[in-house]
């Protein structure tokens, strides 16, 4: 048995320092607790796969009016929608007969820039076509 008189100064008994919190884990609690011995621990991992939804899609329509010329429209679907001379003339056809007309299906902020482009693009020629959009 070691008495405190023989420790050094500034040391317990059990020489640790004397400042220091004299607890000691029992080698069953250092398992339980994930160790301390530096050996392995047991540990779960999970991978969670991020859930991903394809964005809402919306459909940009042109809208009939009496004043807009028929190659005005042309020229709209050609330079903003990207079509060739024919679909873009069958677009406006159908627009001129059944009072709308589909110019594409885009996701919410390309369909939003492209009604705007439209609908700036119109003003600026004194034109009052309308462009809308709508969800599909």
Do not use: W
Not at 20 to 27: F, G, I, L, Q, S
Not at 67 to 83: A, D, I
Not at 114 to 122: I, P
């Amino acid at each position: 048995m070691t008495s405190t008189a023989n420790a050094l100064p500034g040391t317990t008994a059990a020489g640790e320092p004397s400042g220091a919190p004299a607890v000691r884990m029992a080698d069953d609690d250092r398992k339980r607790k994930g160790g301390g011995d530096g050996g392995p621990g047991t540990a779960v991992i999970t991978k969670t796969k991020p859930q991903t939804k394809k964005p809402s899609m919306y459909r940009v329509l042109i809208l009939n009016d009496d004043y807009s010329p028929m190659e005005f429209v042309v020229h709209v679907l050609e330079r903003f929608f990207g079509k060739d001379h024919e679909a873009a003339t069958r677009i406006m056809l159908h627009v001129h007969h059944h009072g709308i007309g589909e110019c594409g299906i885009y996701t919410y902020e390309v369909a939003e820039t492209k009604v705007t482009q439209v609908m700036d693009f119109a003003r600026k020629h004194q034109h009052p076509l309308q462009c809308v959009m709508e969800k599909k």
